[in-house]
């Protein structure tokens, strides 16, 4: 099929590749524009940018699609499809219809669960036991479009958000594929309005760990948050991010250091695994007490 490709960050990019390698035709790759970053704040291209050039691809970032002009490049490439994956654009309806076959969006939950923009993170945070990626036909709705295909996959005890990201990253660029070579036998299912919730940005200000919670929901904001924002907990003036914790056994008032990685929670305790301290980098916990030890007893 000729396909345009509309993508951002590192989830988009294996869909990218699974097209390609799968010997569709890649009209042109739409993704954000490039933004200062780094210390130098110069414009960084997005991870989509970045592979579509290595594959040669024609590579288009509009602001958005309120000029003419860009809308009509887009239907002048005359697409059978676009294949949309975490672009980051809400798209009108005149791009929605320009595709001879529609708009085809990955969205990586278990629709109507978790619409919008963090499923990942608060199926983690919600202590789902499964999630999934959907391929959705898209309509003015967020998130709300009939589904073509599913695929499920277990969320374990030891996901992070970065470990479940890859894992649907693969997952959905396996699925799409699939989806693509069965477009015109696949019949769309409405979805229902029973189930619905939704996926809210993750914003930093609730990231610090509260300690009064049980120790599972303490240990799924840990994961759910990790690598970024990262949950944190304040010891004095220091800020320290958790990157990684399981459940164990132990009590203690909530927030005490009970055995120097163990922290005591509202039920239960969690050991804190891997941790970072602002400036430093991400660190094993055996590392990093070695220059900065939990004391026992202490409260954080």
Not at 92 to 115: E, F, M, T, Y
Not at 142 to 170: M, S, W
Not at 189 to 196: K, L
Not at 218 to 232: E, N, Q, T, Y
């Amino acid at each position: 099929m000729r396909i345009v490709f509309m993508g951002t960050p590192d989830f988009s990019v294996p869909v990218l590749d699974a097209l390609v390698e799968a010997g569709h035709e890649i009209a042109a790759a739409y993704c954000q524009p490039p933004r200062p970053a780094g210390r130098g704040k110069k414009d960084r291209p997005t991870p989509v940018h970045k592979r579509a050039e290595e594959l040669g691809l024609d590579v288009r970032y509009p602001v958005n699609f309120k000029d003419g002009a860009d809308v009509d490049a887009f239907v002048s490439l005359n697409a059978d499809v676009a294949v949309v994956v975490a672009y980051g654009l809400i798209l009108p309806q005149v791009i929605l219809d320009a595709p001879a076959k529609g708009c085809l969006n990955i969205h990586a939950s278990l629709l109507p669960r978790w619409r919008g923009a963090a499923p990942i993170h608060r199926a983690i945070m919600a202590g789902d036991a499964t999630t999934g990626v959907c391929i959705m036909q898209m309509e003015a709705g967020l998130d709300t479009g009939p589904i073509l295909l599913r695929e499920e996959t277990a969320i374990l005890d030891t996901d992070t958000t970065l470990v479940l990201h890859d894992r649907l990253a693969e997952i959905g660029a396996g699925a799409i594929v699939t989806a693509l070579g069965q477009l015109d036998d696949l019949t769309p299912v409405v979805q229902s309005d029973d189930g619905v919730t939704y996926a809210k940005k993750i914003e930093k200000a609730e990231a610090q760990i509260d300690w009064a919670q049980s120790a599972a929901d303490v240990d799924r904001h840990i994961r759910g948050l990790s690598p970024f924002p990262g949950a944190w907990f304040a010891d004095g003036d220091q800020r320290v991010k958790v990157l990684m914790s399981n459940v164990v056994d132990g009590a203690g008032q909530a927030g005490e250091v009970i055995d120097q990685v163990t922290v005591a929670c509202g039920d239960g305790a969690v050991a804190l695994t891997r941790l970072q301290r602002a400036g430093k980098g991400a660190m094993d916990v055996d590392v990093f007490v070695r220059g900065y030890p939990l004391e026992n007893g202490k409260r954080l």
